[in-house]
Nanobody, 125 residues
Framework: VQLQASGGGLVQAGESLRLSCVAS????????IGWFRQAPGKEREGVSCISHSGGSTYYTDSVKGRFAISRDNAKNTVYLQMNSLKAEDTAVYYC???????????????????WGQGTLVTVSS
C-alpha cells in the first residue's frame, strides 16, 4: 500500500500548481483522501479533504477559493489544484488516505493511516 505525491515545484506568487496523489497496491475509491502541508518550523496542517465518492470536499479557510481538490478513481488519483499561490503556501505537501474518517476530524492527521512521502511547494514573492 503506497501513496505517492507529486507535482510540487518552485513558482512565483500568483501562479498555479497541480499536485497529484497516486495510489498503488490498493484502490482509492473507498478511501477518504486528505492533503496536508508542513511549513518549516510549523506543525502539519490539514489543507483539503475529499470523501471517497468525491461528493464532499473540505478546505481550510486560508485556501478556500484558491485550491480545488478532485479525484479520478479510475486513475486511482487525487488532485489538488492550487491557484493564486502565495508565499505562505510554501510547504511540503502530503496526501493521506483512510477508509474511515469521521467528518469532524478530516483535518486531523491522526485520522489517516496511509501517507505519501510529500512534495515540496515553494512560492516566491
Amino acid at each position: 500500500v503506497q501513496l505517492q505525491a507529486s507535482g510540487g515545484g518552485l513558482v512565483q506568487a500568483g501562479e498555479s500548481l497541480r499536485l497529484s496523489c497516486v495510489a498503488s497496491g490498493f484502490s482509492l475509491d473507498s478511501y477518504t483522501i486528505g492533503w496536508f502541508r508542513q511549513a518549516p518550523g510549523k506543525e502539519r496542517e490539514g489543507v483539503s479533504c475529499i470523501s471517497h465518492s468525491g461528493g464532499s470536499t473540505y478546505y481550510t479557510d486560508s485556501v478556500k477559493g484558491r485550491f480545488a481538490i478532485s479525484r479520478d478513481n479510475a486513475k486511482n488519483t487525487v488532485y489538488l489544484q492550487m491557484n493564486s499561490l502565495k508565499a505562505e503556501d510554501t510547504a511540503v505537501y502530503y496526501c493521506a488516505a483512510d477508509r474511515q474518517v469521521i467528518m469532524s476530524s478530516y483535518f486531523s492527521a491522526d485520522s489517516y493511516d496511509y501517507w505519501g512521502q510529500g512534495t515540496l511547494v515553494t512560492v516566491s514573492s
